[in-house]
DNA sequence: TCAAAAGTGTTTGTACTACACCCATGC
DNA sequence: GCATGGGTGTAGTACAAACACTTTTGA
């Protein structure tokens, strides 16, 4: 069997979107560059793929050591060529989003490297390369994946009041969802499941507390909403 | 600015898997290997991707060189990344799917080179590298993305019965849809247009023309349709 | 006039929408 | 007891599912 040599290849860099939930908001994890280019500039983190590597590999790779983070959701995005999408020469960016909890890491602010930052994704600053792109799509795919996959058991702690998940949804969709109609659709999904403790020290009525059903796989519900 | 030297990085492949509807019949264009690995053997169409080019430039090339085939609708499926996946070293697979009206082309049996041949999709021969995989993930999009999309257009001719949409459905979907409810939604949703002809020289009853509605964009109808 | 396929309509049930009211809690 | 958020219920509606009849054509 002839074999090929590896030998003048475009270059393939893994990239991510890492998406966190924290206050009421969607952010998302920027890398403020220390060289060039774009040096000083904010990128999504990303790194180039090692001979041997996987792109999940490389994605945990990436988290690990530049954030510390590890076990995330993960999941494939799109493969981006623009062949001017790098300065320094030809380079394949196979792009990967993350979710992430925030709390359940103690990557809020001021815990991280300081290169590192979250930013409300209607509030990013300019990005290097084409990562302004491959952010949009990925905001575009986390719109489209909550409808049909339990995003929210990612991005939420391990139990969480029904107000919770129905402002994680207004505001990954960034429209309004009727509350009461929210609550039905999702309890009659049987998407999550009622811990039957409340959560305490409210000055309101203490809201019920829920967990997601695990048994629950992926297109096993739909949620029904208009989307514009 | 540092450049990077682009030396020992693993080949890239671009990989297409080419659907065609003929005969009611959904069928993916095949290639039978002249070389080792996998001699003899079926794999799906597919290249290296060449320094400067970018992935639907190859898809181009590939489709017009190795079975005259140009200007197809064409998406990109996924990235495969598997290290044992190409015998010969560390190749990363970038996949397309393609849509083809085999009518319209003149690729049916017989008018191709004889190493290329249509395949029905649940009849396929053992593939070559991890072809099997790449393959099934199309069918999976395909069946997800004609429920939003008129991918009739691309498989059918330009005009066309009722009856040959609805049973490209059902071939597609594997599963019977009701003829007069699917009717009514497709109608409704203004996916096609009425084009006043009629087929002539059945033995029954003379069906009317469609023809597309190229008005409609993208995520414009949805057909609900309960998929197991 | 008969068989086969194409066109049309009706009923039923489900589930989404748009609402209003009561309940629990801390101050 | 009152303000605030949390839990529950209901009427109207839209649309999908299930189903039957009529029309057109060639033989």
Redesign the pocket.
């Known amino acids: 069997m002839k074999t090929f040599n590896s030998y003048k290849n475009p270059a393939i860099a893994v990239d991510l979107v890492v998406f966190g939930y924290h206050d009421k908001v969607l952010s998302a994890l920027l890398l403020n560059r220390n060289e060039e280019p774009f040096k000083d500039g904010w990128t999504l983190p990303g790194s180039f793929l090692q001979m041997e590597e996987t792109f999940r590999a490389a994605c945990s790779r990436i988290l690990q050591t530049k954030m510390g983070l590890s076990d995330l959701f993960l999941e494939q995005l799109y493969s981006f060529d623009d062949p001017a999408r790098d300065p320094r020469g030809r380079v394949i960016s196979v792009a990967y989003y993350a979710l992430i909890n925030p709390h359940a890491f103690n990557v809020v602010a001021g815990k991280m490297a300081n290169d590192v930052k979250w930013f409300p994704v209607n509030k990013l600053p300019r990005l290097g390369f084409d990562h302004k792109v491959i952010f949009k799509t990925a905001v575009e795919r986390l719109k489209a994946k909550i409808l049909y996959y339990p995003v929210g058991f990612e991005l939420l702690n391990d139990t969480f009041?029904?107000?919770e998940l129905h402002e994680l949804y207004e505001c990954v969709l960034g429209i309004d969802i009727?509350?009461?109609?929210f609550?039905?659709?999702i309890l009659?999904a049987g998407y999550i499941i009622n811990t039957g403790t409340?959560r305490?020290?409210?000055?309101?009525?203490?809201?019920?507390l829920y967990t997601f059903n695990k048994k629950l796989g992926e297109n096993q519900f739909q949620l029904?909403?208009?989307i514009e």
Request: aromatic share 0%; charged share 45%; hydrophobic share 15%.
């Open positions: 009041t029904m107000t009727d509350r009461r109609n609550r039905r659709k009659d409340k305490a020290g409210l000055k309101n009525r203490h809201p019920e029904h909403i208009q």
